[in-house]
């Protein structure tokens, strides 16, 4: 059974730090692709960062550019969010999802398998 499992969201506060894990379990992780979305309450849910199977590409929304970094660790089967300086327009449930190579990365639908989401809660 296929399974990615988020951990690591909480409560900040405005120019705080946060770091989002995520886990698989159940496939053959090294060969997909990773992203990080996240989804504000009442909004779609948008595209945060992505890396490539191999880890040697990275791409970021320009609303996380310079305070966002994403990682995996193909040998734990995990994949990070480090968030820095967050704003409360960082709020929202943040999941990450697995994809064939090839997919788009922006677009969720291209996306095959989903973690069950982290709530983080940025406060002014």
Do not use: H
């Not at 705080?16 to 090294?30: H, Q, V």
């Not at 089967?77 to 929202?92: F, R």
């Not at 398998?113 to 940025?122: K, M």
């Amino acid at each position: 059974q296929v399974q990615l499992v988020e951990s690591g969201g909480g409560l900040v506060q405005a120019g705080d730090s946060l770091r989002l894990s995520c886990t698989a379990a159940g496939w053959i992780y090294s060969n997909y692709n990773m992203g990080w979305f996240r989804q504000a309450p009442g909004k779609e849910r948008e595209f945060v960062a992505w890396i490539r199977w191999t880890g040697d590409s990275i791409f970021y929304a320009d609303s996380v550019k310079g305070r966002f970094s994403i990682s995996r660790d193909n040998g734990k089967n995990t994949v990070a969010l480090q968030m820095n300086s967050l704003k409360p327009a960082d709020t929202g449930v943040y999941y990450c999802a697995a994809q064939g190579v090839g997919a788009s990365r922006y677009e969720a639908s291209q996306y095959n398998y989903w973690g069950q989401g982290a709530q983080v809660t940025v406060s002014s």
